[in-house]
Nanobody
């Protein structure tokens, strides 16, 4: 099994910054992609940002220019630097990874437990 452990959430004022981290551990052969999703109360879970193993990234339109995703392949860790935070960014943020445990088995998706980000004055 693979575990994804998130850290870095919390309460921040509008305009502030937070940095989320997510470390993958367990039986890992490789990780094709890692990223972050979020879910606000009463809304569906949505993609925030993803990064592939070769460094390619994609972002939700709502966070472009404010959030930056990065990845340390040696540590199986993904980061999300969030700047200029807005109240609309308030949500539970979930780490996501597409993991390969063996070259003879297909990749599967793994999720973290989630970390709360609250943007409020």
């Amino acid at each position: 099994q693979v575990q994804l452990v998130e850290s870095g959430g919390g309460l921040v004022q509008p305009g502030g910054s937070l940095r989320l981290s997510c470390a993958a551990s367990g039986s890992i052969f490789s990780i094709n992609a890692m990223g972050w999703y979020r879910q606000a109360p009463g809304k569906q879970r949505e993609l925030v940002a993803r990064v592939s193993s070769d460094g390619g990234t994609n972002y939700a339109d709502s966070v472009k220019g404010r959030f930056t995703i990065s990845r340390d392949n040696a540590k199986n860790t993904v980061y999300l630097q969030m700047n200029s935070l807005e109240p609309e960014d308030t949500a539970v943020y979930y780490c996501w990874a597409r993991v390969v445990q063996s070259p003879f088995r297909p990749a599967y998706e793994s999720w973290g437990q989630g970390t709360q980000v609250t943007v409020s004055s």
